[in-house]
């Protein structure tokens, strides 16, 4: 009985939530989970379910699991937002919450740690996914099956975050759990663990999707689309893909270090034997930084699409748009030190980094007036995507002119993790991360599926959020001001916050009712569908190739790999009347699902979570089934399977019958 | 490409050399981001090298005869996996093996000297726990030693496929990966060597 | 041409060059070896001579056994090296010289004067 026990590691019973309120999320999470199962068994789905979507290597399915699992996780972080707004508005002079102090550290490391790795990062790749093949002309990615294991490993990673809901505790260190206070000293827990390893997990698979991405649009691009001619999302996702690929070994380097601390007993970060904690914030950083402008980049490249469609005029400034990418992209591994302005440094360090922070404002300030020259003088058309865009323009310029202001190092030492800091970086990152992606995913939905998205409900949705925006977050630049500090659970009643705190736990409700205009907008869309479906290839007049495909896209993108000759090359085929392929079909390969994503994603897991609870076997286990994962579909043989000619016709001719009908 | 009025498809062999190209290319990028990896490791050591806290640092506890030992036997393999790729170039399979062989014994070789230096590190109280210097070393040069690892599992795996089905296409590409990352572990080395090894062995 | 000798035109790799490559970084690695052990130089001299030996030493290999500036590739592998260097180098000088200052500033005054004495420096 004593070695079973030990074979557990750290497991045991008192690994099950104890508090209410983790009680409740555990136990929703586990229903949704049975939910889930009971339907797929009732429709008798389970081979479908793998035959279509856990062994897919088809970028379009990727994406949309992508985006899928994000949205999810947009609701598990909300619900995060939500407690916190709802703890900070009554826990006041006597009254303690509706939180006790230990989940309300647990809530916002978690609300943090997801929005940003498993909400950010996942609509992020899922845009990459569904729209860079398409706009270069390519029929798939560099490497179909690496692609499809970054989002198991995406997945995997998300899967630890939510199992720690339900089996242990997560890290209530903040989302970047900075030691000592993440070391095992002060967080003896498995909550740290929980955290280094699901982001170890993702961050690899983030890193080989940077690497692919990199390698697709670099080598893949249809003849003729040379780089100054292609969308400017895909030079977006270009710049990021740099960004990705030389930030994310910093991470792995800085997980690996800590978890070396905890789990082998190193003094990487430990100050009595020899560590030196603030190389973790700085190393932190130094990922920290770019990790924010890869988010945010191809937000905006999703706006230049949007803006130059919607004002049906060709983009303003593509070349200093592009150099504007590069320009952000390298500096964004400059300024890294603005996030610790406080720790220690001496003046001339602080002034450099303080400098090259003003500076980075600079290309993005660049963007911003080429997308307002872009609409000047154009038919502006304001569908839902636009009111995103004009939230976004708004909201950006305000929170960014905040940054460029803590930029300046006297500054900082006033407001430096106060509300203020707060209120800056949720605007960088909801008006322009989260409006760029939801408004891509509107933009985007029709040429997937076939029907738009529900026009109104879509606008309801957006101007809740950016209404719901400015009420949840005004408030936190006032207060900073005043002197909020960040992650408080309880203040006094004489500081006279309460007010402001109600104000923004009212804007969170708005964005609430955003988000539930959203989950309706799909919920009718869909119940709608066959009422909507036009299979319109082109319902919004765009400009770029993904548009010259039928809506659905077949599975292999294009029936002939096109030839451009300009940027906006649809906008020129249009112009040209040029007919689309109707003949000289020709057969396609492509490659053959495989579930060996799904294996290494399901063994890094198992892996993860042996790690986690020192159950050694597992770790063990894991280990050599990510190996032998590799080894075995390096053997495989015949990884490609052919559509004919003829069956390529027979979709061809299908889908241009259906846009005529509707 | 040539002009034709009438598009024509690629040929199977420019698809095939298309591929091929593509994928040593993105099996490059990984190695520079590898190589990011690796230099934030140095910069760990860099800033944790001299806190000893009072106990022994690199010029007491690195021998540099044994490290220059290392050094020439992981040269002297990143050659000799040279070769074997010129022989997989000639097709010539025996010689790859051959070759392939003499890389991998002496790999294995610089990995058991390495794991030598770290028992007996560890044995005389100075492991990876004693402090952020340690912690630092052991760290850099295990994780290179690692990534030797990897490449040994990886070399041994593609000795077995070339003995069984030969020096097709897609076994000579994946050695071209293998020597590109065999030569990137040894360059790895060299730095590892002078700033670990040479510059602690000094007292720097 | 045979296929052997086409392949070395386009992506470089012969006898030749590998033996020429092997030969310089033997010789590279001896004299750093020896400039430490029979204590040519000393302090930030030995320090530059060194690192600038492994630098030759680096691009020598990059050279000779990688095929740089061969190959079909050749102009991307030199962008992407390139991006990668500057990269590092912003990354770790510049965290070098964060963590210089930070431990300059944030050591007590007494402990900076302990450790002048023990270390002979900060």
Known sequence: MNSFASLLGKLDIHALPHDKITQGGAASLVLGMVAVVVLLTYFKRWKWLYREWLTTVDPKKIGIMYIVVALLMLLRGGADALMMRAQQATSVGAAHGVLSSDTFQQVFSAHGTIMIFFVGMGLMFGLFNLIVPLQIGSRDVAFPVLNATSFWLYAAGMALVNLSLVVGEFSAAGWLAYPPLSELKYSPGVGVDYWIWSLQIA??????????????????????????????????????SVMIMFAFPILTVT???????????????????????????????????????????????????????????????????????????????????????????????????????????????????????TMYQGRIHFASPMIWFMGFVFLFTLGGVAGVMMAVPPIDFQVHNSLFLVAHFHTMIISGVIFGYLAGITYWFPKFFGFKLNERLGK??????????????????????????????????????????????????????????????????????????????????????????????????????????????????????????????????????????????????????????????????????????????????????????????????????????? | MEESAVVRPPS???????????TIFGF????????????????????????????????????????????????????TCGLAILAARARDKDKVLFWLGVTFLM????????????????????????????????????????????????????????????????????????SLFWHFLDIVWIFIFTIVYLMGGAGV | MSEVAAYRAKEGGSMRSYTVGFIISIGLTIAAYLLVTQKVLSGWGLVYAIIGLAVVQLFAQLFFFLHL??????????????????????????????????NYHMTPQQMNQYMRQQDGGI
């Open chain 1, 203 to 240: 961050g690899i698979g983030s890193l080989m999707s940077g690497i692919n991405f990199f390698v697709t649009i670099v080598k893949m691009r249809c003849k003729g689309m040379d780089l100054m001619k292609m969308p400017l999302f895909c030079w977006s996702v270009l710049t990021t």
């Open chain 1, 255 to 373: 997980l690996t270090l800590l978890a070396l601390d905890r789990t082998l007993g190193m003094h990487f970060f430990t100050a009595g034997a020899g560590g030196n904690a603030m190389m973790y914030v700085n190393l932190i950083w130094a990922w920290g930084h770019p990790e924010v402008y890869i988010l945010v980049l191809p937000a905006f490249g999703v706006y230049s699409e949007i803006v130059a469609t919607f004002s049906r005029k060709s983009l303003f400034g593509y070349k200093s748009m592009v150099g504007a990418l590069a320009a952000i992209a390298i500096l964004s591994f400059t300024v890294w030190l603005h996030h610790f302005f406080t720790m220690g440094a001496g003046a001339d360090v602080n002034a450099f980094f303080g400098i090259m922070t003003m500076l980075i404002a600079v290309p993005t300030g660049v963007k911003i007036f080429n997308w307002l020259f």
């Open chain 1, 460 to 662: 309801y949705a957006a101007w809740c959020w950016i209404v719901g925006f400015i009420l949840a977050f005004g408030p936190l630049y006032i207060l900073g001001l005043m002197g909020a500090t960040r992650r408080l659970d309880h203040y006094s009643a004489a500081m006279g916050w309460q007010q402001l705190f109600i104000v923004a736990g009212i804007g969170v409700l708005i964005i609430g009712l955003g988000v539930f205009f959203q989950l309706l907008q799909f919920g009718v869309s869909i119940w709608q569908r066959k009422a909507r479906l036009d299979y319109a290839p082109d319902p919004w007049r765009g400009r770029t190739l993904e548009w010259a495909t039928p809506s659905p896209v077949p599975v292999y993108n294009f029936a002939k790999l096109p030839e451009v000759s300009g940027r906006d090359a649809f906008w020129a085929m249009k112009q040209t009347k040029q007919a689309a392929a109707d003949k000289d079909f020709m057969d396609i390969r492509l490659p053959k699902n495989t579930p060996a994503g799904l294996l290494v994603a399901g063994f890094a897991f198992a892996a993860g979570f042996g790690i986690i609870w020192h159950i050694w076997a597992l770790l063990v286990i894991g280990g050599l089934g990510v190996l032998s994962s590799i080894i075995i579909r390096s053997t495989a043989e015949r990884t490609e399977y052919t559509i004919p000619a003829k069956q390529v016709e027979r979709i061809e001719t299908e889908a241009r019958a259906r846009e005529s009908y509707a």
């Open chain 2, 12 to 22: 199977l062999k420019e698809e095939r050399q298309e591929a091929d190209s593509k």
């Open chain 2, 28 to 79: 490059w990028v990984y190695i520079m981001t590898d190589c990011v990896l690796f230099a934030s490791l140095f910069a760990t050591y860099a800033v944790l090298h001299n806190n000893t806290v009072g106990g022994p640092g690199g010029k007491e506890l690195f021998s540099l005869h044994y490290a220059l030992t290392e050094t020439l036997l992981l040269l002297t393999s990143s050659f």
């Open chain 2, 107 to 178: 790999g294995f070789g610089f990995l058991g000297l390495e794991l030598h230096e770290f028992h007996s590190l560890a044995v005389s109280g100075n492991s990876w726990r004693r402090n952020g210097f340690l912690s630092a070393f052991f760290t850099l040069v295990g994780t290179h030693g690692l990534h030797i690892t990897s490449g040994l599992i990886w070399m041994g795996t593609m000795m077995i496929r070339v003995a069984g089905s030969g020096l097709g296409r897609i076994n000579v590409r994946r050695l071209t990966l293998l």
């Open chain 3, 69 to 102: 500036g061969r190959g079909p590739n050749r102009k991307w592998n030199f962008v992407t090296l390139i991006l990668m260097l500057i990269i590092v180098f912003i990354v770790v000088a510049g965290s070098l010289w964060i963590m210089h200052n930070l």
